[in-house]
């Protein structure tokens, strides 16, 4: 026995390994979001400190911006500063949590909450009993938070994001099951992209169930509308579907990252297939008038006339504080971004060419080089946004907002970004948060849509074809809506 006994104890090396298993585990329940001032001033030491080891890549860079302190934050910089530090607080905070946030980009908290909460009902064969009152109760705790009645939720996960309207999981579990019996399955538990679709049918539900709540449907481009480096196809069934939405009332925006200043025609070009379908099936001048375009994140607004041609809108008529605040401090974030860019390219050895144009940069495969690996650009995109947000704790929160993000096949860094694109859109038709839904399939760390679920009720979805099934689930639910009767249009 003494023998067995001496067996079961654990070994130097195991013990070590408990150890440090304790630590990682400890490391991973920290609360993500809570970022103390050591922290900070970490962040801000290693931005000044460019002969530290393991510091900055661009510190000579944060150096020679630090010394441009001296204003106070106006009111602009400040509410957008609170929004970017909740942001930044929840998926990165120090270097020590560097790993996990490798680790976990490609996930999102709430739908691996709902999995977590599934996960017991479906090992015990009970999901068919208990699954509609984990979603019903999911549900309550969702709208205690948005009523401010209790702050459950959020001690549970942290969602990347604001609730603007109920979720209705309850109902949308009921109609998914009702379709793909996942209740009655037994080896396979719900998976993440299940939960997705029940969340995106939630999401449909609470923002279409009265006459005035939804009053724009704003869309990514590439892998929403379109496949990735295509344009807009005429034989897409995505056509007819937006047609009837523009019919029934609502606006459609294009809000992309593609930036071509001054030129409408290019962004013709990408959705020439919608443009094509408006002017075949007769569209009022009032109904074309309701398709918008917002390029360049949120730096560059078109709108469609009656002859279903983009006319660029003037800056006077739409631009916000935020804009006019990105574009005069746009250099400072440009050069930042492109000298991190550059030696990201030279250390990694890529094989890429940066490219600089008036509100972005990015690289792009080299000529003849090989496709760039996706590790390779998240890696190019969280050293950029670390850097950038250094510099902004240097400056003091002076820093306008921008946008890195991976492309699937490049990278780039935006002045500006999607939050304000919509937020601006919402200002340019005197609408609220709730009435305004935006689609699209970036929503991780690297991705240029997870800023959207601060300005507004967000779909996820994958590939145009997941975008076609939302819009025609959307066309459905506002089929009886008076949407007629409080058809929204531009301030003066």
């Known amino acids: 026995m003494a023998a067995v006994k001496a067996a079961r104890q654990p070994t130097g090396s195991r013990r070590i390994t408990r150890v440090a298993r304790g630590r990682a585990i400890q490391r991973v329940f920290r609360p993500r979001w809570a970022v103390t001032a050591a922290s900070k001033a970490t962040l801000a030491a290693d931005a000044l400190a460019p002969g530290q080891i393991g510091g900055s890549r661009t510190a000579p860079v944060a150096a020679s911006v630090a010394d441009s302190v001296a204003e106070p934050l106006n009111a602009e910089e400040a509410a957008y500063l609170q929004w970017d530090q909740e942001l930044v607080h929840s998926s990165y905070s120090n270097n020590q949590q560097r790993e996990y946030v490798l680790s976990s980009q490609q996930r999102d908290d709430l739908i691996e909450f709902v999995k977590t909460m599934l996960a017991p009902a479906f090992a015990l064969g009970l999901l068919d009993e208990r699954a509609s009152l984990i979603f019903e109760r999911i549900e309550e705790l969702v709208d205690d938070y948005r009523t401010g009645k209790s702050d459950r939720i959020d001690l549970l996960v942290k969602p990347s994001g604001v609730f603007f309207t109920p979720l209705r999981l309850k109902q949308a579990w009921l109609d998914y099951d009702a379709y793909v019996r996942l209740s009655k399955r037994t080896l396979v538990a719900p998976s993440f992209s299940e939960i997705r679709h029940i969340l995106n049918l939630a999401q449909i539900y609470a923002s279409t169930e009265d006459h005035d709540n939804l009053r724009l449907v704003t869309f990514d481009g590439d892998k929403t509308l379109y496949e990735d480096g295509h344009n807009f196809s005429p034989n897409s069934k995505l056509v007819d579907r937006l047609i009837i939405l523009m019919r029934r009332g609502l606006n459609v925006a294009l809000v992309t990252a593609a930036g071509y200043p001054g030129n409408p025609i290019r962004y013709e070009e990408r959705i020439g297939g919608l443009l094509r379908g408006m002017r075949e099936r007769g569209l009022t001048e009032e109904e074309c008038g309701r398709l918008l375009v917002l390029g360049g994140e949120s730096n560059f607004l078109f709108r469609c006339d009656h002859n279903c041609h983009l006319q660029e809108v003037p800056d006077e008529e739409w631009m916000t504080p ?171």
């Open 322 to 492: 935020a804009q006019r605040w990105c574009r005069e401090g746009a250099t400072t974030v440009l050069d930042v971004a492109e000298t991190t860019l550059r030696t990201l390219c030279r250390e990694l050895n890529l094989p890429a060419q940066v490219v600089r144009k008036q509100l972005a940069v990015g690289i792009i495969r080299s000529e003849g080089g090989k496709r760039l690996e996706r590790e390779q650009l998240d890696e190019v995109v969280l050293t950029v946004q670390a850097e950038l947000r250094k510099v902004r704790l240097a400056q003091g929160g002076h820093l306008p907002p921008f946008c890195a993000f991976n492309g699937g096949a490049d990278a780039w860094v935006d002045v500006g970004n999607k939050y304000i694109g919509l937020r601006t859109l919402q200002a340019y038709l005197g609408l609220q948060p709730r009435q305004v839904l935006h689609v699209g399939d970036q929503f991780t760390s690297v991705g240029n849509d997870i800023s959207t679920r601060s300005a507004c009720p967000t779909i996820w979805i994958r590939d145009p074809s997941e975008t076609g099934r939302v819009v025609k689930q959307i066309s459905r639910s506002v089929r009886d809506m008076d949407v007629f009767a409080n058809t929204v249009t531009p301030r003066e």
